[in-house]
T-cell receptor, first 117, second 109 residues
């Protein structure tokens, strides 16, 4: 089956530093990837849509300058949390869709648990 | 935007029981998927089911697109079935995927 790999799975960083999270589609190409954020015991909230070769589309209320997204290739998107603060601590998860024969199934990475201290 | 409502929000069952989880959506959808989020946060794909019925072992799902709902059935529940079940939809193949709030299932031994 399709696999989306996310790295790192867990990161602890100091307040004020930046953290980069990678999302790779391992066995298919993804022109579009999605980044979600999940707080404890809540649902996944879409942060932005990452588009290969162009700027990301951010959801309302998501700071573009804080959450930098780069979709450098058809298999890699990165999310950089800049100048992280404790309120940025959360579970971040990426998704990519595999297209084929009318099927547009989405697959998700393992998620990254970010703790800012 | 499209609204996705899942019910019940919480469900506690004894091992061996059957359960039905519901997902209602407010508009026509291109895609509907069911996921199980395990204790480590990983989202496990259960069904890709924009319409019709599918079965995989003890799990089955039915989507009635014209009536805008989907049902996930879990039979003979096991403790490993515990976790959060999410329904997610999109309105077209290039669109973002929107999640319901989930059903938190707890299976007691």
């Amino acid at each position: 089956g399709a696999v989306v790999s996310q790295h790192p799975s867990r990161v602890i960083c100091k307040s004020g530093t930046s953290v980069k999270i990678e999302c790779r589609s391992l066995d298919f190409q993804a022109t579009t990837m999605f980044w979600y954020r999940q707080f404890p015991k809540q649902s996944l909230m879409l942060m932005a849509t990452s588009n290969e070769g162009s700027k990301a589309t951010y959801e309302q209320g998501v700071e573009k300058d804080k959450f930098l997204i780069n979709h450098a290739s058809l298999t890699l998107s990165t999310l950089t949390v800049t100048s992280a603060h404790p309120e940025d601590s959360s579970f971040y998860i990426c998704s990519a869709r595999r297209f084929g024969r009318g099927n547009t199934e989405a697959f998700f990475g393992q998620g990254t648990r970010l703790t800012v201290v | 935007g499209i609204q996705v409502e899942q019910s019940p929000p919480d469900l506690i069952l004894q091992e061996g029981a059957n359960s039905t989880l519901r997902c209602n959506f407010s508009d026509s959808v291109n895609n509907l998927q069911w996921f199980h989020q395990n204790p480590w946060g990983q989202l496990i794909n259960l069904f890709y089911i924009p319409s019709g019925t599918k079965q995989n072992g003890r799990l089955s799902a039915t989507t009635v697109a014209t009536e805008r709902y989907s049902l996930l059935y879990i039979s003979s529940s096991q403790t490993t079935d515990s976790g959060v079940y999410f329904c997610a939809v999109d309105m077209n193949r290039d669109d973002k995927i929107i999640f319901g709030k989930g059903t938190r299932l707890h299976i007691l031994p």
